[in-house]
């Protein structure tokens, strides 16, 4: 494995070293320096900004800190004056306000736990019960079962097995459906749109999942920080439930949860079946606005010609804030890897550009510098960003999106090229050109171990879609997602300033710098011919 690694740094090497580098290009990216890293990131990931939580001090604070600087580099204002783009956010709490089965009320917290949204009674008569709620091409619950606009019940953990194998592997290794909670499972049950669902967790002891109070743990329900509906709200309500509420809502079968499993398990098909039951339940969504701001810095590009065409640079500048252990001697999730090091990245970025534009070597398209809040609330401020774009994404050529850039990942800890690696991903998952483009400017200027690891839309850990690029590829744009790997501080009040490779940071923003400049200079935009 080191021969391996050995010879391909060495061929990228010397394929840099062959290559024609552009002098002015190399000028410029000078500018992005480890010293200039460490002043802004000693700012931005300090206590005095309490983890720039969304919707907390910390967060304005460090908004305000990006727009002054992007104002002192020259950058333009494009939302109406201002670098602050709005993004309404708000706080909503799902109440579930009365939940009877055959007769018998149920508590939030002992009973059941629901997750959703909306405002709404529902009154049914029976329920239909899908098993494990399996799609599997050779095991399908649904076959046949139309759950349209009716109350489903599943079982949300493991899957069909009898005799120690899988009915649907048929070996003794468990599919991808088979973990507690399965988002794959649970996303097809919604996707056949069900009025209401029970999500069975089997051998779990109280209610679990998501919303709702914990079991045993008093107090009203918890809050969820989104994107304020722009409409009515259509998901259905999920209500996850332990074996003991399911056997409530299966009393007129005769039959419990554990039986009905146990019948899917020692026979040779799914056993889906409708269930009488008299079900009524009321719930409401309380919602509490939160403050929140993307910020946008526009450098307009010099060509006539080609500055219609906005490429897109972003990093989001919001984390975790406060440790929410009273006991804990840290109280500050810094976050100065994640995602302070993407943020330092751009603003150094667009020093390198804006210097080049004042020296009369600006760019020819133009360049957004995007700074994103609430990545870690569900990529809030990229979504709202590209649905409602200051910017037609069709004039987006690609976004080239920073997350973590500052630190060495689990998998390079005490390898000899620990410092001269980035994971990139999504490269070429939409443009074969953005590929190209961004590995010739690697080996022509920074040399760096270009890994592809996680560059799979099967990837286990789904980076593709943890970070605010995604919102741009999801319509369509291309992009490049910059990643160093997660590491033992990841979300962690370690995650500090101390802990930065500055030269490595700012070598891996000195990619993206000639990703960029050669984006912007190239005659053609990068052509779309992948699948979003």
Excluded: C
């Excluded at 606009?149 to 949300?156: D, E, L, P």
């Excluded at 998901?235 to 005769?254: H, M, R, Y």
């Amino acid at each position: 494995m080191k021969k391996t690694l050995l010879t391909l740094s060495l061929a990228g090497f010397m394929a840099g070293a062959w290559a024609q580098q552009n002098p002015t290009a190399m000028k410029y990216a000078q500018i992005i320096s480890a010293d200039l890293a460490r002043k802004h990131l000693s700012i931005i990931a300090s206590d005095e900004y309490e983890g720039r939580e969304t919707g907390q001090p910390g967060a304005d604070k460090a908004a305000h800190y990006i727009a002054d600087e992007f104002k002192s580099l020259g950058l333009k204002p494009i939302v109406n004056g201002s670098y602050f783009f709005d993004v309404p956010v708000v706080n909503s709490t799902f109440k579930v306000t009365s939940f009877t089965v055959n007769g018998t009320p149920l508590t939030s917290g002992k009973d059941f736990n629901a997750n959703g949204a909306g405002n709404k009674t529902i009154d049914a008569k029976d329920i239909v019960f899908t098993g494990y709620g399996i799609g599997a091409d050779n095991y399908d619950d649904l076959k046949g079962v139309d759950i349209t606009g009716k109350v489903v019940m599943y079982i949300s953990n493991g899957e069909p097995m009898n005799n120690g194998l899988s009915k649907i592997t048929g070996t003794d290794k468990v599919s991808d459906w088979s973990a507690p909670r399965s988002r794959k499972r649970a996303a097809y049950i919604l996707s056949k749109k069900p009025l209401m669902v029970f999500a069975v967790a089997i051998n779990n002891g109280a209610a679990g999942g998501q919303g709702g109070r914990r079991p045993g743990g008093g107090g009203a329900p918890a809050a969820r920080m989104g994107l304020k509906p722009e409409g009515p709200v259509i998901t259905p309500v999920t209500f996850n439930i332990p074996a003991a509420t399911a056997d409530i809502l299966l009393k007129n079968s005769g039959k419990t949860i554990a039986e009905l499993k146990a019948g899917i398990d020692q026979g040779g098909m799914p056993q889906s079946q409708t269930i009488k039951a008299d079900i009524s339940t009321s719930y409401i969504t309380e919602e509490a606005p939160v403050k929140a701001v993307d910020v946008l810095g526009f450098l307009p590009g010099s060509d006539p010609k080609l500055k219609d065409e906005v490429l897109v640079i972003s990093a989001h500048y919001d984390h975790i804030g406060l440790v929410r252990d009273p006991n804990a001697k840290d109280k500050v999730n810094n976050g100065a890897d994640d995602d302070g090091s993407g943020t330092t990245g751009i603003m150094e970025i667009a020093r390198a550009f804006s210097q080049a534009k004042k020296n009369g070597h600006g760019p020819k398209r133009s360049i957004l510098f995007l700074s994103n809040v609430g990545e870690e609330k569900g990529l809030l401020g990229s979504e709202y960003y590209t649905d409602h774009p200051v910017i037609p994404l069709e004039r987006t050529i690609t976004d080239l999106n920073i997350d973590m850039i500052g630190r060495v990942g689990y998998e390079y800890i005490g390898k000899p090229d620990s410092a001269n690696y980035v994971y990139v991903i999504g490269s070429g998952m939409l443009s074969t050109d953005l590929r190209n483009v961004s590995e010739k400017a690697n080996k022509t200027y920074t040399n760096l171990i270009l890994d592809y690891k996680y560059d799979d839309l099967n990837d286990n850990n789904h980076f593709y879609e943890r970070s605010d690029h995604y919102n741009f590829a999801k319509h369509g744009v291309p992009i490049i997602f910059y990643f160093n790997g997660v590491h033992a501080d990841y979300h962690q009040p370690g995650d500090e300033v101390s802990k930065i490779g500055f030269p490595m940071l700012a070598k891996r923003a000195q990619l993206v710098f000639y990703t960029a400049w050669d984006l912007l200079n190239a005659p053609n935009r990068p052509v779309v011919d992948g699948k979003k």
